[in-house]
Each structure stands twice: as C-alpha cells, then as structure tokens.
C-alpha cells in the first residue's frame, strides 16, 4: 500500500537557520509528489511538486527514489515560514487520491 | 480561473442530528471531488472520492455518506451524528485523469454537541 511518512510533528528552528521537513514515501511505481503548506487561518495549498523543479519562496525539494524521499528545505527560515506542512504522494492513476502524510508543524522563533 | 467553495463555513449541532455540507466548484468540468477530514496530530483523512455524477467510493467505514448530484457539486451528508463526527472537514478537486495537484477548499468546522 502507498504511504507518506513524516517522521516529525513539530519542528521549532531560529530565524536564520536552515530549515528541512522530512518526507519518505512508499510506492512501488513512479510517484507524483508535493508539499502543501497551510498557514494559520488559511487554506490548504500547493507549494511545489517534484515535477516542476522549482522554488517557492525559497523552498526546495528533490525527489531520491533511492532512499525513497521528498524532504523540503530551505536555507534560511524566517518567520512567516512557521505554518503546517504536509507531503503528498500521487499514484500513476490521476484518478485515484493524493495519499498524504500526517504533516509537520513548522515554528519559526526570531 | 478555477474556484471551490464549501458552506457553512462553521456549524455546531447536537448528537443524533443530520448533516449536510456542500462543496461546488467553478470553471471546470469533470473533476474529481473529494472529501477529507483533518484533524490535529492525524493529519488529512480522505473520506469519499468522485470522479463522476453518481460515481462515489468510500474510504473509510463510518457515519457519513457522500453524493454528487451534478457534474460540479459534491455532497457530505449523516443521518445521525456522533460526538466521534466533530472536525475539520475539506473539500477538493483536481482535473480528471491527471496527475495534477489537488486543490482545497476553506473547510467547514463542524462540532457535534
């Protein structure tokens, strides 16, 4: 069965400070993945896919198929970063649902 | 551009009481819907998906049903509610037959009295 592991509930860095959010997943075809990101009070939204290769406010993450793994990171936290974010996993079928992960609570402290 | 919305926004009602909360979507056509539940430290529940009109599969067992009236709206209803119904419930869509991310609507908190 697909699964999303996030291994962290809480993660509490300094402003400043890299920041990285665990994600390993469990699928034996090609994934799709993402991070969404919601911040207080606001809606659940996309912050990248692997796909797409890009930074979101300065977030990254690289696909390792070989350690099965989608971490996010970023070089340099800052406040507004502090929100819940969740990894998720699309199967190959586009009809099935993303499978996520329980999410990591990102505090940024200035 | 495409939107999703989700009433009531709050909604607070005693045990044994139905439900009914309702999600539509604008400027597409065919998407699949979908049903979450989020609740703190458990992360996104996906509840029901529908890639069609009628067209509704079940995740998890439990006290709530789903239905897609029409192409665009998708239904959350329970007959009786249990304290156990309390949440955070989302809605979303993606395009049909793609790989492409899912989008959410702003949630309904429900708190079952």
């Known amino acids: 069965a697909q699964r999303v592991t996030q291994p962290e509930k809480l993660l509490s860095v300094f402003k400043g400070a890299p920041v990285e959010l665990k994600c390993n997943y469990s699928?034996?075809?090609?994934?799709?993945l993402f991070w969404y990101v919601q911040y207080s009070r606001q809606r659940l939204q996309l912050l990248l896919r692997?796909?797409s290769r890009e930074s979101i406010k300065g977030f990254t993450a690289d696909l390792n198929k070989g350690e099965t793994s989608f971490h996010l990171k970023k070089p340099f936290a800052q406040e507004e970063d502090s929100a819940m974010y969740y990894c998720a996993l699309s199967r190959e079928s586009g009809n099935t649902p993303l499978v996520f992960g329980k999410g990591t609570r990102l505090s940024v402290i200035a | 551009s495409q939107t999703i919305h989700q009433w009531p926004a709050t909604l607070v009602q005693p045990v044994g009481s139905p439900l009914s909360l309702e999600c539509t979507v604008e400027g597409t056509s065919n998407p699949n819907l979908y049903w979450y539940r989020q609740a703190a430290g458990r992360g996104l529940q996906l509840l029901f998906y529908s890639v069609g009109i009628g067209q509704i599969s079940s995740e998890v067992p439990q006290n709530l049903s789903a239905s897609r009236p029409q192409d665009r709206q998708f239904i959350l209803s329970s007959k009786k509610l249990l304290l156990s119904d309390s949440g955070f419930y989302l809605c979303?869509?993606?395009?049909?037959?793609?790989?492409?991310?899912?989008?959410f609507g702003p949630g309904t908190r429900l708190t079952v009295t």
């Open positions: 699928y034996s075809g090609s994934p799709e």
């Open positions: 692997h796909i």
């Open positions: 979303a869509w993606r395009r049909g037959g793609t790989l492409y991310e899912q989008y």
